[in-house]
Structures are given as C-alpha cells and as structure tokens.
C-alpha cells in the first residue's frame, strides 16, 4: 500500500494544477483563448527556458547516455513505422488517420517527464530527461512534419522540415542546452538565474492550461476515432515499451523518463500542427484534453507497478 501513495503523490499534484486551471475557467476569470494564449507564450518561451536551464544546470556529460537516447529515438521510430503501415487499412479517411498516428507516438514529454522526474526524485539531477528531450523533440516535430503533408498529398520537403524543425523554441533550447553543457562554456550568473526562474514557472503554469483549455464537447461524435488514439498511446504504447526498457536494465530516472516518453498524455503542440497541415485538429485537440485527464490514472497504475517491483526506488 505504501507504494500506491508513493505513485498517488507523484500524480496528485498534476491534477490539482490541471483542476486549477479548470476552476478558473468555470469561475470565467479567464476564457479559453486567455488560455490558448497563455499557453502559447509558455510553450514558445518559458518551457524552453525550463529545458535549456535543466540541461545547462545538469552534470551532462555523466546524466547524458547516448545509448539509451538512441534505443528511446529507434523504439520511437518503429513505433511511427509501423503505425504508418497498419492504420491507414483500419482508418481510411487520411486526415483522421495522421492524427491517430501522431497521438500514438507523440507525448507530451518534456512537461511531463521533468513533472514527473522532480516529483518522484526531488533531489535528483534529472539531466537524463531533458538531454532525451533535446534529441526526442526534433524527432517528433521532424516525423510529424513528413506524416501531414504526406498524408494530405503534398511532397515531403527536407527545406520545409529543416525549417519547421527552426522554428521549434524547445529545438533550439535543447540544441543551445546541450552546446553549453557539453563545451563548458557559462553564461553570466546572473543571465543563468534569470532563465533559471522564469524556466521554474512554466511546468506549474502549463498545466493550469491545459486544465483550463479541457472541453470534451464533440468527444462522443469522435469516440471510435478517440478510442483508437487513447488505447494506443495510453495503453499499447507504453505496454510494450517498458517490459523493453527494463530488460535492457533500465532504472530510477531513466525509467521515468521512459515512462514519460511513452505513457504520457498527447503532445499539445501536436494541435495546431495538425489544423496547421490540413489534418484533423478538431479530433487532434479532443485527444489531447482527454489524454491529459485520462493519463493521471494510467500513469498512477504504472508508476505503482514499477514501484512495487522496485524498478523505481
């Protein structure tokens, strides 16, 4: 039993902030485009700030391990891979299609994994997570690029990837990160604090968002649709993956951040790039909010089970 509080007390924060955000829209202090807004800015510029600080602060060199970046970036790969060979013959309307693709391989990873990871380990250098997240997050805008505009028709260009991969903020956080960490070189002190402080607000205040930004209003028109989307990356994805990740020894904060990469909720950037690129945003923001609910209680039974089996100490 001591183990489920423990899960229960790394999750339970994340639903107080995400009913938060929630209550102030019921209370109508803030509307869903204050929100939309809000959010925005957070993604564009304070949750960059909280990835570069956390790889510029970390020890790198010893938190980085290329070989567990590069099975987490192949098992990603084989994930996308084999969804784009199999959905298209269950979902044959290509728009929906993208869209159910992308919830099964994209996570919200950096926001849950450093949610996470300083929950469950205060203490800890959770350099591991966000030096995954500067390689991961590339890979997801990179991958999702090439699924929309394939999917609606349109040639795959390596210009119109290069830039939108440019045009990432958490890109070229990470990309900045990493170049400090791995070079040495250190930014004035008191420039390093101020990215530092503002990078500390944005996991609390993002998910005050996406609680506020939860409508589940067309859910029941879109359910079959939704249920493909959900089982996968809430439930298939991550199912496969750590069974895989502990065999190949991984524990603690790796095994976090394993956890986040494939059992976390969809990536909320993934939903104005599907509206972006001719997909299916409407069904790409409904599986984002109900992902971000739902994603509290699987992630509670899996952070349990690995407890219980002492993968996580």
Not at 39 to 57: D, T
Not at 167 to 185: D, E, H, P, S, Y
Not at 212 to 239: E, I, K, N, Q
Request: charged share 10%; net charge neutral; proline share 4%.
């Amino acid at each position: 039993m001591a183990n489920f509080w423990l899960a229960f007390g790394a999750v339970f924060p994340m639903f107080c902030y995400m009913a938060l955000g929630k209550l102030i829209s019921w209370l109508k202090f803030m509307k869903y485009e204050d929100f939309r807004q809000l959010n925005q800015v957070i993604f564009e510029f304070f949750i960059p700030c909280m990835l570069f600080s956390s790889i510029y602060n970390s020890d790198f060199k010893s938190a980085a391990n290329p070989w567990l970046i590069a099975e987490v970036v192949g098992a990603v790969l084989l994930v996308y891979v084999t969804l784009w060979l199999v959905v298209p013959h269950f979902i044959k309307e290509k728009r929906n299609a993208s869209v159910v693709i992308q919830a099964w391989y994209r996570s919200n990873f950096v926001l849950f994994g450093m949610l996470l990871g300083g929950n469950i380990y205060p203490d800890r250098d959770l350099g591991i997570i966000a030096s995954m997240a500067a390689f991961v997050v590339p890979l997801f805008n990179i991958l999702a690029v090439i699924l929309f505009e394939a999917f609606r028709g349109g040639k795959v260009s390596i210009v119109t990837i290069i830039k939108k991969i440019f045009q990432n903020k958490l890109v070229i956080a990470g990309m900045l990160g990493v170049f400090f960490a791995a070079t040495g070189i250190r930014l004035p002190l008191l420039l390093s604090d101020v990215i530092s402080d503002v990078g500390n607000v944005a996991l609390l205040m993002a998910l005050v968002c996406i609680g506020g930004m939860l409508s589940f209003g067309s859910v029941m028109h879109d359910w079959p649709l939704l249920a493909w989307a959900l089982s996968g990356r809430l439930l298939v994805v991550p199912l496969l993956a750590l069974p895989l990740f502990v065999a190949l020894g991984c524990r603690d904060v790796e095994l976090v951040a394993i956890l986040a990469a494939f059992a976390s909720p969809c990536a909320v950037a993934g939903v104005p790039m599907a509206y972006a690129m001719g997909a299916n945003g409407d069904l790409a923001g409904e599986v984002q909010a109900v992902s971000s609910v739902a994603c509290l209680f699987t992630m509670l039974i899996f952070i349990w089970v690995l407890r219980s089996f002492g993968f996580i100490a």
